[in-house]
């Protein structure tokens, strides 16, 4: 099975993506929406959707779901607030950092957003806690650039369906664009999701 037909066969199976999906695959997104992807991408690292949203609720209740608001707030008084989502200390630290670093480095989300991918990936990935995996949650989902994302649902499929027997990062993130065909983000917003919700159905 050839990559395009794999996404269009999970497509027909499950529909459009919902649930812990239905924000991040939203389009187009506010700017509110597209901070909190953002915060969230840091706070799945290692984590169920439902600590997370247990984590993004606190937030919330607090008025801090906001990129500036996090940078405003200690570190301390952010920690039991993301608690939820486990490893909350290094969290808060990521957290902190990667806010600032949008905010005041790149003079907010629009501006971060217009950045060419190969520089805004190398910059993300070079701030603490941030992988691949991260940085290109935040370069699809919330600057919306067509890039894919890999992670281990996305393995586990290609193990499953026997598509290739190399796993690097930056393999499968080629075989898979190359295999889509055109640089859709929205297309790669979905497939990832649906990869990400078979997965969990498997």
Known sequence: MDVYTLYRTLKNRYGRPEGQWSLWCKR???KEEKEQVIIESVLTQRANWKNVSYAVSNLKSAGLLSLKKIISIEEEKLQPLIKPSGF????????KIL?????????GIEKAAKI???I???KLLALNGIGEETADDILLYAFE???FVIDE????LVKRYNLTDKFSYRYLQEFFEKGIGKKDYALYQDFHALIVIDGKNT
């Open 28 to 30: 187009p997104k506010t």
């Open 88 to 95: 909350y200390r290094i969290k808060a630290h990521r957290l």
């Open 99 to 107: 806010c600032d670093f949008i905010v005041n480095e790149c003079k």
């Open 116 to 118: 060419p991918y190969n």
């Open 120 to 122: 805004m990936r190398q």
């Open 145 to 147: 650039m067509p890039v």
């Open 153 to 156: 649902y996305t393995r586990q």
